[in-house]
């Protein structure tokens, strides 16, 4: 069974940066997705961001595309979430996710496994 822990969140002024990880225990087959969701209170979790585990293919939400970028490390088996330009309106809770299909899908519902979450704050 898979495992997810996100690290990395914090506290960051406008325009700074952050990165995110994502450390994944048990095995990580090639037929997976993993992705980055964020969440407000109040609001619907929303997706950011995905890559293949196969071959990198990445997929962003337009709200962060050529801000953040994605990418995984297959020896440490880990994910990463790096957040430049960042903006107000990126607080949130960030969450780590696999779907074991490669799909680059961004609903949540094609995602088993989720970790506990990682709070970034953005201060204007």
């Known amino acids: 069974q898979v495992q997810l822990v996100e690290s990395g969140g914090g506290l960051v002024q406008a325009g700074g940066s952050l990165r995110l990880s994502c450390a994944a225990s048990g095995r990580i087959f090639n037929s997976y997705t993993m992705a980055w969701f964020r969440q407000t209170p109040g609001q619907e979790r929303e997706f950011v961001s995905a890559?293949?585990?196969?071959?990198?293919?990445?997929y962003y939400a337009d709200s962060v595309k050529g801000r953040f970028t994605i990418s995984r490390d297959i020896g440490k088996t880990t994910v990463y979430l790096q957040m430049n330009s960042l903006k107000f309106e990126d607080t949130a809770i960030y969450y780590c996710?696999?779907?074991?299909?490669?799909?680059?899908?961004?609903?949540?519902?094609?995602?088993?496994?989720w970790g506990q979450g990682t709070q970034v704050t953005v201060s204007s």
């Open positions: 996710a696999a779907d074991p299909l490669p799909r680059l899908g961004t609903s949540p519902r094609n995602y088993v496994v």
């Open positions: 890559i293949k585990w196969s071959t990198s293919s990445t």
